[in-house]
């Protein structure tokens, strides 16, 4: 089976490099038993025996119970990307990360206790009824997602095509309602490709989408570098993550070879590089960024910064640098944590977030397009 590494941030859609793992015959992969001693389960069962007799209605079915408890023993490690996914949760995870789905057109993570809206992609349901980034969702069809998490309230927006969904979202201090009919969303990965000058290019990169997000962005560089582009504007505003070997690729067409990222796990810290090859462009690079931008995001980032002397501009990014990997289970899978990152010059940026060289409002294309100007005298 796939092990996949992701490097969402913050994110429904979040991750990162393929290796092989997996549960086999009650052993990881690695060589380590499973150890469950008969004990263990005694807690369990009285709870359940107690809930049995003095809950006051009918109890959910055996097989929620269980993936409740599994949920809640990856939710006392107090970190919100190690978590237990339901087989329907994995099925929407890898929907996610093919950019391909049925729902409203949003990135959603977790901020605290609240479910926020990260990006909202263009010409989608959400797009259209008027949603932002930095929308809270307070409840989905009138049903309050308090203490639910990023997959669940996933799985309760998306749904068949033509369908209806209502959010409640706090903006502003005030609590607004929007009804949305879902649709099939097909995301690219660069949604916009142009010259904004004779000599400058733009790219915008939504996601780090799985087998694509490199190829898409191949196809706008080598067609703005024919168009005459000595400079380029890469805009990853907004943009979650998603799969690391995608961004290892992308920084390779800079800086082919090189360490992207260095991946810091309890043993040790080891160099993750960039394909070789020749290099597909030499000239400036200014990456557009803010506080959406968010893990493989960061790591392109950092690592243009570090290798090629990119300048950041716009607001400082999310801070998402762990790396988590999913290991598949008997029934559904483990999104776990497996190592910190740190760009090429080993900076670390988990919690804290790469700061611009450059602060500009993010939101204002035309001053984020002036000072990248400025910069690139």
């Known amino acids: 089976m796939n092990k996949k590494s992701i490097g969402s941030g913050v994110v429904v859609l979040i991750l990162v490099l393929g290796i092989t793992a997996g549960y086999i015959l009650g052993f990881l992969t690695s060589g380590r038993p499973i150890v ?23 109890l959910p079915s055996d097989k929620e ?15 919100p990307w190690t978590e ?19 729902g409203i057109g949003v990135v959603i993570s977790k901020t605290g206790d609240q479910i926020v809206i990260q990006t909202v992609f263009p010409n989608t349901p959400a797009a259209k009824a008027g949603l932002k980034a930095g929308d809270v969702i307070m409840a989905v069809d009138g049903k309050t997602v308090e203490q639910v ?56 990169l939504m996601q780090f989408y799985d087998n694509r997000a490199s190829s898409e962005f191949r196809r706008a560089l080598v067609q ?28 390779g067409y800079f800086a082919p070879g090189q360490v992207v990222v260095y991946e810091k796990d309890k043993q040790e810290t080891k160099p993750l590089k960039a394909p070789g090859g020749s290099k597909l462009f030499s000239g400036n690079v200014v990456i557009w960024v803010n506080g959406g931008s968010a893990s493989a995001s960061e790591i392109v980032a950092g690592a243009l910064r570090d290798l090629i002397g990119a300048q950041l501009l716009g607001e400082k990014t999310f801070g998402k ?26 900076t670390a940026l988990n919690k804290v977030g790469l700061a611009p060289d450059v602060q500009v409002t993010a939101t204002d294309d035309a001053k984020l397009l002036e000072a990248t100007l400025k910069t690139l005298k």
Request: proline content about 3%; aromatic content about 6%; charged content about 25%.
């Open 84 to 102: 237990y996914l339901t087989p329907e949760e994995i099925s929407l995870l890898q929907s996610d990360l093919e950019g391909t789905y049925t």
């Open 321 to 346: 640098g762990e790396i988590q990997t999913i290991e598949q289970l008997s029934e559904g899978a483990v999104k776990v944590t497996i190592a910190e990152y740190l760009t090429p010059n080993k």
């Open 224 to 251: 703005l570098k024919g168009e005459g582009m000595t400079s380029l504007i890469i805009d990853l505003r907004d943009n979650p993550g998603g799969m690391l070997e995608e961004a290892r690729k992308i920084v």
């Open 65 to 79: 119970l269980l993936y409740g408890s599994a949920k809640g023993l990856t939710a006392a490690l107090g970190d």
């Open 36 to 58: 469950l001693q008969a004990g263990d389960y005694r807690l369990l069962d009285e709870l359940k025996a107690v809930l049995q007799e003095r809950y006051y209605t009918d």
């Open 149 to 204: 998490s990023v997959d669940v309230v996933s799985s309760m927006v998306r749904g068949k095509a033509g369908t209806s969904v209502v959010l409640e979202i706090l903006r502003d201090g005030q609590t607004l309602s929007f009804t949305l009919k879902r649709e099939e969303v097909s995301i690219p990965a660069v949604t916009e490709s142009k010259m904004v000058t004779p000599t400058v290019g733009y790219i915008r």
